[in-house]
């Protein structure tokens, strides 16, 4: 019962990190489209958006791996998720930059920052006391 | 034309820098919190599935540094600002 409330909350977990990286990049994408226009907005969405899409692959590896016990195979679960989301954050960069014409670099560096960062807001929402 | 040869290659350095610093500073971060993981899984095996989640998190704000350095390699590398002084 306690392992399954646990999964629960870092399942929770997961998706208020999701929540609060698309509040960070709708912000950012809104400030940037306002202040320099259309393209700087869709920049700062494509920034954000690629961050979005590696975290909820991250997340959706390391919850296969909740059922785990052993630490290390934890662990393991967990760097594998992670070395995912930088390949798909980094994919998607590449292609951004190579097919978006009219890129706004600066507006989608913005974007890409402040929704990586966003990613530990939700350890202020963490209910599991540690 | 010197000028944008010189620019380039200092941009590659930098690009290097970047990335490689980057990586640096992300891998023993990342060293640290495992090491640290493992010493609490060790000492208190029940707490292994309430640390999952937050060793998540912490994974993805000690790689966050690395993957804004990442965006701005590639800014540098397809999009240098630095370039439009020797074009004008």
């Known amino acids: ?130 | 034309m010197e000028a944008l040869a010189l620019i380039q290659a200092y941009t590659g350095i930098g690009i290097g820098l970047i990335i490689g610093l980057g990586a640096a500073g992300a891998c023993i971060g990342i060293g640290i919190m495992c090491a640290s993981f493992l010493e609490g899984a060790a000492r208190q095996p029940e707490m292994i599935p309430a640390l999952q989640g937050k060793v998540f998190l912490l994974l993805g704000l000690i790689d966050a540094s690395f993957i804004i350095g990442v965006g701005l390699a590639m800014m540098f590398a397809f999009a240098n600002p630095l370039l439009s002084v020797v074009s004008q």
Do not use: C, D, H
């Not at chain 1, 646990?6 to 202040?35: D, F, P």
């Not at chain 1, 507006?107 to 890409?112: D, K, Q």
């Open chain 1, 1 to 130: 019962m306690a392992a399954l409330e646990t999964n629960q909350s870092a399942t929770q977990t997961y998706r208020n990190m999701l929540r609060w990286q698309a509040i960070a990049m709708l912000v950012v994408a809104l400030v940037a489209g306002a202040l320099a226009g259309m393209p700087a907005g869709i920049s700062a969405l494509l920034g954000g958006g690629a961050v979005i899409v590696g975290a909820w692959f991250a997340a959706k590896i390391a919850e296969k791996g909740q059922s785990q016990t052993q630490a290390t195979a934890v662990l393991l679960n967990l760097l594998k998720a992670e070395a995912v989301k930088i390949l798909i954050v980094a994919m998607i960069l590449f292609a951004v930059f190579k097919l978006y014409q009219s890129l706004v670099p600066f507006a989608l560096i913005a974007g890409l920052a402040a929704t990586a960062l966003f990613s530990g807001a939700a350890l202020a929402k963490s209910q599991t006391p540690v």
